[in-house]
């Protein structure tokens, strides 16, 4: 079955630190993963999608089918990137279903 | 365009009582989705549609009914609230087909505690 693992519930970084929030998956089939990211008091947003190998808000994800991991980097973190960050795996076929990890709250200190 | 709204944002029942949740999205989506966020537990899938007229159980579907009556709105019903289905509740909507590249556009979310 399919599966996302976030090991990490939380991550403490001081400004300026590199961040790596690990993501690992179990799946049969090809896999598309998505970051996704809930800033305090707002609602979920995509941050990026593995298919687009985009960087969005100085953030990047590589998937490495070899270790089955998509985790998330950014070599300086602010302030403002504190939140909750979800892996998020495509599941289902035609159906766009996605199974989520668990979540890890990165907190960036001044 | 509002996207993906919710309606209650908050809401308090006592267990046994009933109550329909509403989503609904102006982005003329084939696809809808109801997950609950529990605290450890990331994000769950209750039901889900992939249009007009039908619906499909997710993870958890236990203790929920959903309909989808027309393209824009997805329903979440509870006919007899449990204190186990205390939680945040929110309605997605996405493009229809599997795609690395068809993200879901959440709504701002329902806290519904059961008493």
């Known amino acids: 079955a399919q599966r996302v693992t976030q090991p990490e519930k939380l991550l403490s970084v001081f400004k300026g630190a590199p961040v790596e929030l690990k993501c690992n998956y179990s799946?049969?089939?090809?896999?598309?993963l998505f970051w996704y990211v809930q800033y305090s008091r707002q609602r979920l947003q995509l941050l990026l999608r593995h298919i687009s190998r985009e960087s969005i808000k100085g953030f990047t994800a590589d998937l490495n089918k070899g270790e089955t991991s998509f985790h998330l980097k950014k070599p300086f973190a602010q302030e403002e990137d504190s939140a909750m960050y979800y892996c998020?795996?495509?599941?289902?076929?035609?159906?766009?279903?996605?199974?989520f990890g668990t979540g890890t709250l990165l907190a960036v200190q001044p | 365009n509002a996207g993906v709204t919710q309606t209650p944002k908050f809401r308090v029942l006592k267990t046994g009582q009933s109550m329909t949740l509403l989503c609904a999205q102006d982005?003329?989506?084939?696809?809808m989705y109801w997950y609950r966020q529990d605290p450890g537990m990331g994000l769950r899938l209750i039901h889900y549609?992939?249009?007009?007229?039908?619906?499909a159980k997710g993870e958890v579907p236990d203790g929920y009914n959903v309909s989808r009556l027309k393209k824009q709105n997805f329903l979440l019903g509870l006919e007899s609230a449990a204190p186990s289905q205390t939680s945040v509740y929110f309605c997605?909507?996405?493009?229809?087909?599997?795609?690395?590249?068809?993200?879901?556009?959440f709504g701002p979310g329902t806290r519904l505690t059961v008493l």
């Open positions: 998020a795996l495509v599941y289902g076929g035609a159906t766009n279903k996605l199974i």
């Open positions: 997605a909507s996405s493009p229809p087909g599997s795609s690395g590249r068809n993200e879901q556009f």
């Open positions: 549609s992939v249009g007009e007229g039908t619906t």
């Open positions: 982005m003329n989506h084939e696809y």
């Open positions: 799946y049969s089939g090809s896999p598309e």
